[in-house]
């Protein structure tokens, strides 16, 4: 995994974490561990680039849509928000979202060369790769999950994947995220367990206008 910088965050959790959806009395928040709760670690054997860091800090306190250009380490920011969210709440899922099962992969070699998640915590899961018994095992034992976007809907829907254990969903290509789309049905599956959870966007081509 390599030498972290660590960098200390304040210790109010509640305000420091902003969750956007969340709302005073609707529910409680997930568990954090209180040790790991107050730093956040950013790697420090790669080239330093000020504009990560600063997406990777940005990320990690609100919802965010990252938007650079094709090999600027979209993935490098993705993979350290998720390892603090792994390190922050031991019992929280963290999903990975790709369109197809070469992008999945292809993001779970990135993500582990970057921070080294434990084996026995990630999971892969992309067409008809496991049953759905298989499946369900896997969400009640598993902790991070790269996917594609159907699988994690279907399986919400199904009751398969405990929604309202989510913490972090992150959308590779994003710009995709329109309508029916499943990054939205999955957004707002996830919304109607949960309102503690992060949203991170990833694209190289953002749309014209807003809306898009």
């Not at 390599?2 to 200390?8: A, M, N, Q, S, T």
């Not at 210790?11 to 420091?16: A, S």
């Not at 603090?84 to 292809?106: C, D, T």
Request: proline share 6%.
């Amino acid at each position: 995994m390599g030498h972290y910088e660590k960098k200390f965050i304040k210790r109010n959790k509640e305000v420091t974490i902003k969750f956007p959806l969340a709302r005073d009395g609707e529910e409680d928040p997930p568990e954090y561990d209180p040790e790991t709760i107050e730093t956040w670690i950013y790697p420090n054997e790669y080239d330093q680039r000020d504009y990560q860091h600063t997406l990777v800090e940005n990320g990690l306190f609100e919802n965010s849509l990252v938007v650079i250009p094709t090999g600027l380490g979209k993935t490098f920011i993705a993979a350290v928000i998720m390892y603090n969210y792994y390190r922050w709440f031991p019992e929280g899922k963290i999903i990975f979202m790709a369109h197809s099962k070469p992008l999945v992969m292809q993001q779970v070699e990135a993500c582990h060369k970057i921070v080294g998640f434990s084996e026995k915590d990630t999971i892969t899961m992309t067409g008809s790769t496991f049953s759905a018994a298989k499946r369900e095992k896997y969400w009640r034992e598993k902790r991070v999950f790269f996917l594609t976007p159907q699988i994690a809907r279907n399986d919400i829907a199904k009751g398969v994947c405990p929604a309202d254990k989510v913490v972090l969903l992150v959308c590779d290509e994003a710009h995709k995220s329109q309508g029916k789309h499943s990054y939205c049905v999955v957004v707002q599956q996830v919304a109607a367990a949960t309102r503690y959870f992060r949203v991170i966007g990833l694209t190289a081509t953002p749309g014209p206008n807003a809306q898009a």
